[in-house]
């Protein structure tokens, strides 16, 4: 979901589940030039995380909602953060506490190892760029994390995550938390994109998380 003017108490609560509400799936066709043109694929949504996975580990809100039908909020970073170029076939499935907090997992196949590769090199330099969003003049922004997950099945796994936050000259503003795992597992590549009110998912929960996406991907 895109947030580009900062936080302010108790309008992201009430924009966030509205939109959810409104909102899921069909985003994806257009995302990439090929949707709908998808040929022989190995995903399945059993391949996605449920909500109660994502519960399990970030026990700490009420992830309740799962949401697998309609438009996904864009995510902050845009549709270039979620999937690579020549998409074979693509799924998505979206979390919420219908608060204001929000997650979804991204999952597109590609022809071959090497083109998912691609991709997944694509997303992530997408992600360190982030020139989707930019922060209202009250507001900066950063990243505070930018690493690989250790112990994540499949070939790779990286973690990012901006924060935007208020200046000192706008205490009424909330910050935000963005955090993204990416994951490379043979020709296919999941992006895990959360987003709420604070610093957003903590570190070790959102590894949980992270490696549990790609413990589910398949080759």
């Not at 697998?68 to 506490?97: N, Q, W």
Request: with cysteine.
């Amino acid at each position: 979901m895109k947030f580009s003017g900062g936080f302010r108490r108790g309008a992201l609560a009430t924009g966030l589940a509205t939109s959810v509400m409104a909102v899921g799936l069909s985003l994806l066709a257009t995302q990439g030039a090929d949707a709908g043109t998808t040929s022989a694929t190995s995903l399945s949504r059993s391949q996605l995380l449920t909500v109660s996975q994502v519960k399990t580990a970030d026990a700490r809100r009420n992830w309740f909602r799962q949401v697998d039908r309609g438009i996904l909020p864009r995510t902050y970073c845009g549709p270039a953060s979620t999937e690579g170029k020549h998409v074979s076939a693509r799924m998505a499935r979206g979390f919420t506490d219908e608060l204001d907090a929000y997650g979804a997992q991204y999952v597109s196949q590609y022809a071959n190892a090497a083109a998912a590769r691609a991709a997944y090199n694509s997303v992530i330099a997408t992600l360190r760029s982030c020139t989707y969003s930019k922060p209202a003049p009250t507001h900066a922004r950063k990243i505070t994390e930018n690493r690989v997950v250790k112990g994540a099945s499949g070939d790779l796994t990286q973690v990012i995550r901006w924060y935007d936050y208020p200046k000192p000259n706008d205490p009424g503003s909330e910050a935000g938390g963005f955090p993204y795992a990416v994951t490379l597992k043979g020709r296919n590549v999941s992006v895990l994109a959360f987003s709420e009110m604070g610093p957003g998912v903590p570190a070790p929960n959102f590894d949980k998380l992270a490696r549990a996406a790609a413990a589910k991907l398949t080759r």
